[in-house]
Antibody, heavy 120, light 106 residues
Framework: QVQLVQSGAEVEKPGASVKVPCKASGYTFINYDINWVRQATGQGPEWMGWMNPSSGDTGYAQKFQGRVTMTRDTSTTTAYMELSSLTSEDTAIYYC?????????????WGQGTLVTVSS | DVQMTQSPSSLSASVGDRVTITCRASQDIWKYLHWYQQKPGHAPNLLIYAASNLQSGVPSRFSGSGSGTDFTLTVSSLQPEDFATYYCQQTYSDRTFGQGTKVEIK
């Protein structure tokens, strides 16, 4: 069965970076995009960007351009999202989600989420 | 950026009620509109994709319609497990979520 497994929680200081892994299994990793979505407490989901695991191509939401990097390791079928220059505003649950390509890219499987807390 | 506006932001309903949630896009997004259900402590779960297609495993009481800028999610007969928050999402240009509709028990 398709699974996206994420680490439990990360605590970082303001100004630091965080790198969140997402381990995929149960399907051919390179055949679907991986998206990253974050959700602050009591807020709606916020899309951060997508990555094509086959080519490594990425597309980032304008809000996160210059601060987010999405990468992958095809040998371990793991996707990564790194966010830099953290502030308290970045405290949220970060989800990875699988999708098709282009406009037909609804998110059919999601990871369980990683809580990132930014605190001094 | 494509903005997505859901209405209402919350509603109270009873088991067995017919419930309708609307989502409006700031520009034409063709059929690239999807609906998710989220329960507290869980990731969103895909219900409807491409405006009107029921995701595998989702009960048939859920349905979606619309195209262009105006879309609707309908639950024909609300069940206890349907009390949750619902989000629309467009994937026509980048990806954007609506602000959500919380369905509460009356």
């Amino acid at each position: 069965q398709v699974q996206l497994v994420q680490s439990g929680a990360e605590v970082e200081k303001p100004g630091a970076s965080v790198k969140v892994p997402c381990k995929a299994s149960g399907y051919t990793f390179i055949n679907y995009d991986i998206n990253w979505v974050r959700q602050a407490t009591g807020q709606g989901p916020e899309w951060m960007g997508w990555m094509n695991p086959s080519s490594g191509d990425t597309g980032y939401a304008q809000k996160f351009q210059g601060r987010v990097t999405m990468t992958r390791d095809t040998s371990t079928t793991t996707a990564y999202m790194e966010l830099s220059s953290l502030t308290s505003e970045d405290t949220a649950i970060y989800y990875c989600a699988r999708s098709g390509f282009g406009a037909n890219s609804w998110f059919d499987y999601w990871g369980q989420g990683t809580l990132v807390t930014v605190s001094s | 950026d494509v903005q997505m506006t859901q209405s209402p932001s919350s509603l109270s309903a009873s088991v067995g009620d017919r419930v309708t949630i609307t989502c409006r896009a700031s520009q034409d997004i063709w059929k690239y509109l999807h609906w998710y259900q989220q329960k507290p402590g869980h990731a969103p779960n895909l219900l409807i994709y491409a405006a009107s297609n029921l995701q595998s495993g989702v009960p048939s009481r859920f349905s979606g319609s619309g195209s262009g800028t105006d879309f609707t999610l309908t639950v024909s007969s609300l069940q206890p497990e349907d009390f949750a928050t619902y989000y629309c999402q467009q994937t026509y240009s980048d990806r954007t979520f609506g602000q959500g509709t919380k369905v509460e028990i009356k």
